[in-house]
C-alpha cells in the first residue's frame, strides 16, 4: 500500500471514529481553554487564523469571541478554489458570515495573513504530523505562510503514525484536551 493509499484508508477509519466519538462539553471547553492559554500568553500571536466549524469539529467559536475580547485580530479561512492555499478573512463577532465551498463559511471582511494558525486535522501522531482531509489547503497554506501552527484535536484523535506525503507541513503544536504536544517544527520553542 502507497503513501496516498494509506492515507485513504487512515481518513476512512478516522470519519468513522469521529462519528462514535462526540466531543463532550468538558473535552470542548479543555480544549477551548488550553488553545487560549498558547495565544494569550505568547504576545507574539497577534493575527489568529482560526476555524469556523465542520460538523463533528471542534467547536472554535467561543475561542474566536474570546480573542477578539482580549484585542487579537480573529482571521477565519475562505475556502479557495482547488490548488490555491486559503485566504483569510477578519473576523468580527458580528459580522456577517457567507457561504464557502465544501459546506464551509467565512467572513464578509477584509483579507489579511495570520502570524499562527490554528489547523483542523482527522488524526495526529506524537511527531506532530497530521491527516487532513486530502484537498492539500492547509499543506499549501502553511508552505506559503511559513507561519506558527497548532493543530487541534482531541485525543482520541492521535494514531501510532500519520501516513506522510512529499507535500506534508508538520505542525509546530498540537493541541487536545488532555495536553499540549511540541510538534518537529515546535522542538525549537515558542517565541
Aim: proline residues 8%; positive net charge.
Amino acid at each position: 500500500m502507497n503513501s496516498d493509499q494509506e492515507k485513504q484508508a487512515l481518513r476512512q477509519a478516522m470519519r468513522t471514529r469521529r462519528a462514535s466519538n462526540p466531543a463532550s462539553p468538558k473535552a470542548q471547553a479543555e480544549l477551548i481553554g488550553s488553545l487560549a492559554s498558547i495565544v494569550l500568553c505568547n504576545p507574539h500571536m497577534k493575527k489568529i487564523g482560526c476555524v469556523w466549524p465542520l460538523p463533528g469539529e471542534a467547536d472554535l467559536r467561543p475561542l474566536c469571541a474570546l480573542l477578539a475580547e482580549a484585542g487579537r485580530t480573529v482571521l477565519l479561512p475562505e475556502t479557495t478554489p482547488k490548488g490555491q492555499p486559503l485566504i483569510f478573512r477578519h473576523w468580527r463577532p458580528e459580522g456577517t458570515m457567507l457561504k464557502g465551498r465544501y459546506g464551509t463559511m467565512h467572513p464578509d471582511g477584509e483579507v489579511d495573513r495570520p502570524d499562527t494558525l490554528l489547523v483542523p486535522l482527522l488524526a495526529f501522531d506524537r511527531s506532530g504530523n497530521r491527516l487532513g482531509y486530502g484537498g492539500g489547503y492547509y499543506d499549501r497554506t502553511l508552505a506559503e505562510l511559513r507561519c506558527r501552527s497548532i493543530g487541534f484535536a482531541f485525543a482520541w484523535q492521535e494514531v501510532a503514525q500519520v501516513p506522510l506525503g512529499a507535500y506534508d507541513q508538520p505542525l509546530d503544536w498540537i493541541v487536545t484536551e488532555k495536553e499540549i504536544l511540541a510538534g518537529q517544527a515546535g522542538k525549537g520553542g515558542a517565541e
